[in-house]
Each structure stands twice: as structure tokens, then as C-alpha cells.
């Protein structure tokens, strides 16, 4: 006797079948309870060269991310199977797309679309190469970090942020070349933030340029943004791996970094930065300067006569310090 909610079990045999065979794209659940959403979405991915099944799950406005080996996908599986609740379970794969749709009364509403003939990839090298970002699948990246919004779509707010960071990563795509992609590879990003680029610059090096052993830091010395960062870090499922530290970079210390990195790090923290990279004895240090507000104390016209066109425009003045 099957019990309220309970989906009939040739049509859990039949999802589970599809879940595992070659075709599968994804799997989306969505339940409302007390008036709050409830969705859970699995689908394959390939990090770091290696397939792990993605499960994303969005309680409300929080998002929470998982990357799972092949092995632990039964039992994640079964969990979404086991839901309690009116849900709609959405799965989709090369061939075709399957919906149930269980009633408050829980009763299950099943349909089947008609054959197709999808293209299924997981590979990253598929997906379009042109921005860093979007050279892996950067999708639960930019929603944790709000870039993006709960669809998927880049907000306008932070369309400025995106660019950037993409930007930069271009720069990291140009210039660190690892000789050996499984050793161990340190990143500090100094004056991090809200850790936008701090998270993009682990997914990266991990997916899209097959780095084995990443880790990266993140140093800001104030404590808010760097508890948000932190929570992120747990949303992605990459606390061990993305670290942060609050403090004055003046104060880290560390033994060896492979690549130092800042974006916007105010003041004179771009120069702090820098002399982190020597002191970690750092192979790459890549920077993009900040306001620079301590020289531009130093850069009265007054005593600089010859620039005295450049330095009398505060925008001016600010460009030419950051040069
Ligand atoms: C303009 S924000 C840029 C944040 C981030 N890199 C980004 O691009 O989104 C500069 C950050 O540098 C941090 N910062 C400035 N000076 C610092 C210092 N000496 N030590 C640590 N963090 C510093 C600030 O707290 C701030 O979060």
C-alpha cells in the first residue's frame, strides 16, 4: 500500500534509470510549504575533469550547493524522491522530458513530452569560451554571490562587477601557467571583499584551466564581508578549499603563494598587495589598482609643476595615481 505523497515505484525506477543513463540533463523539484519555496535541482557537471552531479537547493532566498560524486547520487536521490508534499518534479534528458505533478490531495499527475533529440553535454569546453566566466559552468557561482539573479540572468546592478571580474580572469587565462597541473597552487586575494573574485578565481583555476589542488584566500580586515564571504564559501560546498582570513594584509603572513591577486583594493592596499607578492615569493602577481588616495595626497600641482594639467581634475589625478 503506497502512502500519501508516495510516487508510484516503476515511475521512481523509471527516474532513477533516466537519472543515470546517459541522456540526463537535469532534475528540478519545487515544493511550497507554509508559503515558502522550496526547489532542489540536480544535473551533471564536469569540475576539474571529472563528472560530479550538482545538487542545488534554494529554501526560500537562500541557496545551497553540493557537488557530488557519482557514488553519493543514490542516496541524494532518494531524498528527492522521498519528499513529502503538493511538488512538481521536472526531469529532463536528450530524448525527452518527464513532469509529475502531485496534487495537496497527493495525487500524482504524470506527462511525458514527445521524443526529442537533445544534445547532451557536460563538458566545459563546450559551453561558449569567450568569457572567463562562462568557460565553466559558473551558473551556482553567480547566483550565490548575487551576480546573477534567481533565473540565471546577470542583474543590471551588478553587470559592472561581472565585467570586471571576467576581465580579470582573462588576465589570470593569459598569464599563469602552471607546468604542473596537480601540484599544489596557492591563491591570495588581497582586499577581497565580498569575495566575488575570490570564489570566480577557485572555480576557474578548478574547471576551467584543470588545476587538482587549489586553494584560495581571501583577506579583508573588515569582519562583515568577510563572514558573507564565508557563508558563500559553505553555500558552494568549497569551505575547505576558498579560506578567509579578516585582517590588514599587512599582517598575514604566510610561508609561499603561487598568485597574489587584487581588485580594487583601496588606498594603499594595491601596494600592500604587492609587496605580499614578494614576501610570498609569488610566481604571478596581478593588480588592478584602487583610488590610491594616500599618493594623491603627494600629488598637489602646486609641487608638481610639469603635471599640473593632469593633477588640477580629481578624476584626472585619480587615474594618473593609479598608473
Ligand atoms: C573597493 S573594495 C574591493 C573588493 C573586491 N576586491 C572587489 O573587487 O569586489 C576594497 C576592499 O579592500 C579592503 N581593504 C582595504 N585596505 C585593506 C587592508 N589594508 N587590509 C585588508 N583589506 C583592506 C576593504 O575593506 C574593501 O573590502
Not at 596557492?186 to 576557474?204: H, I, P, R
Not at 578549499?241 to 609561499?256: M, P, T, Y
Request: charged residues 30%; proline residues 3%; aromatic residues 6%.
Amino acid at each position: 500500500m503506497m502512502e500519501k505523497f508516495e510516487l508510484d515505484p516503476d515511475l521512481q525506477e523509471e527516474i532513477r534509470a533516466k537519472v543515470f543513463g546517459d541522456g540526463f540533463m537535469k532534475l528540478v523539484q519545487s515544493v511550497r510549504r507554509g508559503g515558502v519555496n522550496f526547489r532542489i535541482s540536480l544535473r551533471p557537471v564536469m569540475i576539474g575533469g571529472e563528472k560530479r552531479f550538482q545538487a542545488e537547493m534554494v529554501d526560500g532566498g537562500n541557496v545551497q550547493v553540493k557537488n557530488l560524486a557519482p557514488g553519493d547520487v543514490p542516496a541524494g536521490l532518494d531524498e528527492i524522491l522521498a519528499q513529502k508534499g503538493a511538488r512538481d518534479l521536472h526531469l529532463m534528458c536528450g530524448d525527452g522530458d518527464l513532469h509529475v505533478r502531485v496534487t495537496r490531495k497527493g495525487r500524482a499527475h504524470v506527462s511525458r513530452s514527445g521524443k526529442m533529440e537533445r544534445k547532451v553535454s557536460v563538458l566545459p569546453h563546450d559551453r561558449v569560451k569567450n568569457l572567463p566566466l562562462e568557460a565553466f559552468d559558473s551558473s551556482a557561482l553567480l547566483r550565490v554571490t548575487g551576480i546573477a539573479d534567481g533565473s540565471g540572468a546577470i542583474r543590471a546592478s551588478m553587470r559592472g562587477k561581472y565585467n570586471q571580474v571576467n576581465e580579470f580572469l582573462r588576465m589570470v587565462a593569459g598569464t599563469v601557467k602552471p607546468a604542473d597541473p596537480e601540484a599544489g597552487f596557492v591563491a591570495v586575494d588581497c582586499g577581497c571583499g565580498k569575495a566575488y573574485l575570490t570564489l570566480a578565481l577557485y572555480f576557474y583555476l578548478r574547471s576551467a584551466m584543470g588545476l587538482k589542488r587549489v586553494s584560495v584566500i581571501g583577506v579583508d580586515r573588515r569582519g562583515d564581508v568577510i563572514g558573507a564571504a564565508r557563508k558563500m564559501a559553505e553555500q558552494l560546498d568549497v569551505s575547505d578549499e576558498v579560506r578567509f582570513i579578516e585582517s590588514d594584509l599587512a599582517k598575514v603572513e604566510l610561508e609561499k603563494a603561487n598568485l597574489v591577486v587584487s581588485l580594487h583594493a583601496c588606498d594603499t592596499a594595491t601596494d600592500e598587495a604587492l609587496a605580499k607578492g614578494v614576501e610570498w615569493k609569488a610566481e604571478y602577481v596581478l593588480s588592478a589598482p584602487c583610488c590610491q588616495h594616500e599618493l594623491q595626497s603627494h600629488m598637489s600641482k602646486e609641487r608638481n609643476a610639469d603635471f599640473a594639467g593632469l593633477l588640477r581634475q580629481s578624476i584626472l589625478r585619480e587615474r594618473f595615481a593609479t598608473f
